[in-house]
């Protein structure tokens, strides 16, 4: 396998926790204002609803899918049931506005798990298939297989089996996204080596190179619950992983954030952050200049309003550069976050009133600053939102029919638009 540097975040495995927040902070002379949320139709009025997990944007189009994907009829009278499920994943916004729904890719088995990532000439995919309960079955799957496929022009390739798995972490919230770079394709899951709480288990990095796919191992003592994987401008592959940390008497009950490298094999990896006494949950990764910037939640179990959102930074050298609390109560779980022109941090979480407006924060080395609230239907648990350039994001939320003429729920897109110094203290 080519030697390729890849660094590798793991947080300690612990179970995914269900909480919300509030707020506090935000960035240095940055503005935002938004546009007029679009609710997401077909060119015919048909509405449609996706709990969109994975997005991304090429060459003027924009790529969508995820789980729940339903239509509904275009709205005159009260409508209780979609016209059409099951047999679509998502949808693409073409350039120029318009909407096209994008189909399960052609197997005969129901297809789970799918994320993308753009390519020169369509969008890669990467999916699973399983048993029927696979889609909803919490934890690891028993046994799935892992395939590849690309989209352009409105249809799927053949589908390629890149592997069969067992006792895998296949979620959506818990692999990694597909991540293109320079012809190579990269994305990573984690297993167990068994059904038993303190076993073992690993962290599995696929790349596909010229058509064909390689596999690197990091083994580590207890289960590992989640990966986050980033490019970077060296070249590299940054991973955020969920595992558990063993320290004498057993495992620590809370996750833990770590550090691995990947050239031609694994380094140990290093704790970076968390005390095993809270909870660090559903880490992000972004790059900012040379710098790798992690971001998660982290709350006391069960207690929503201990929730806050937290940061750090590790410098090229490896550093810990700092820490800092963004926001915190119970609207914070979970949150996205995105980088607007490639120097400026920006988190965005639930706002007040809850389920119409976003709230924004963003942050320096020294300083937490609030930017407000947008206006926006908001009734998922979090924005998922891709970037358009580098002032501009378009943000994908969900939200319940409030009207008889409404349907069950609906994806909506907002364009926020994003007013940043040309020079930021980092």
Not at 23 to 34: D, L
Not at 176 to 197: P, Q
Not at 227 to 232: A, E, F, H, I, P
Request: proline share 7%.
């Amino acid at each position: 396998m080519t030697s390729r540097r890849t660094r590798v975040l793991i947080v300690s495995a612990g179970l995914l926790a269900s909480a919300p927040a509030s707020a506090q902070g935000a960035p240095e002379a940055c503005s935002v204002s938004a546009g007029t949320p679009r609710r997401v139709e077909l060119p015919d009025g048909r509405i449609v609803s996706v709990d969109v997990q994975s997005i991304v944007q090429s060459r003027g189009s924009i790529f969508a899918i995820g789980r729940h994907a339903y239509v509904f009829p275009r709205i005159t009278t009260p409508v209780t049931s979609p016209i059409m499920r099951d047999s679509i994943i998502g949808f693409e916004i073409e350039p120029g506005g318009a909407i096209s729904l994008v189909p399960a890719p052609p197997l005969s088995r129901p297809v789970f798990f799918p994320k993308v990532a753009a390519g020169l000439d369509g969008f890669h995919a990467v999916f699973a298939t399983s048993g029927d309960s696979a889609g909803t079955q919490a934890g690891k799957q028993d046994t799935a297989t892992i395939w590849y496929a690309r989209y352009a022009d409105r249809k799927w390739t053949v589908p390629e089996r890149v592997t069969s798995v067992r006792r895998a972490y296949l979620q959506h919230e818990l692999t990694s996204e597909l991540l293109e770079r320079n012809g190579t394709l990269s994305w990573a899951f984690t297993y167990a080596d068994s059904w038993d709480v303190l076993a073992p288990g690993g962290v599995v990095l696929f790349q596909r190179r010229r058509d064909t796919w390689s596999a690197d191992t990091l083994h580590t003592l207890t289960v590992a619950g989640l990966v986050r994987l980033l490019d970077t401008a060296d070249d590299s592959v940054v991973a955020l992983l969920a595992r558990g940390d063993v320290r004498g008497t057993g495992p620590t009950i809370h996750a833990q954030l770590y550090l691995a490298w990947f050239t031609s094999s694994w380094s140990e990896p290093r704790l970076i952050a968390g005390d095993g006494r809270r909870e660090l949950t559903l880490p992000i990764l972004r790059t900012i200049g040379d710098d790798i910037v992690v971001s998660w939640d982290n709350w006391i179990p069960w207690r929503p309003e201990s929730s806050r959102i937290e940061w750090l930074k590790v410098g090229r050298d490896g550093l810990l550069v700092n820490e800092s609390i963004i926001a915190d109560g119970a609207k914070t779980y979970p949150f996205e976050f995105i980088v607007v022109d490639d120097r400026y941090p920006v988190w965005l979480y639930h706002g007040e009133p809850f389920g119409s407006t976003i709230e924004l924060a963003s942050a320096t080395d020294t300083s937490v600053m609030p930017l407000g609230n947008v206006s926006a239907p908001f009734g998922s648990p979090k924005p998922k939102s891709v970037a358009l350039d580098r002032s501009q994001a378009l943000v994908l939320t969900l939200q319940q029919g409030r009207r008889p003429d409404e349907p069950m729920v609906a994806s909506w897109m907002t364009t926020l638009k994003f007013r940043c110094p040309r020079s930021a203290r980092r």
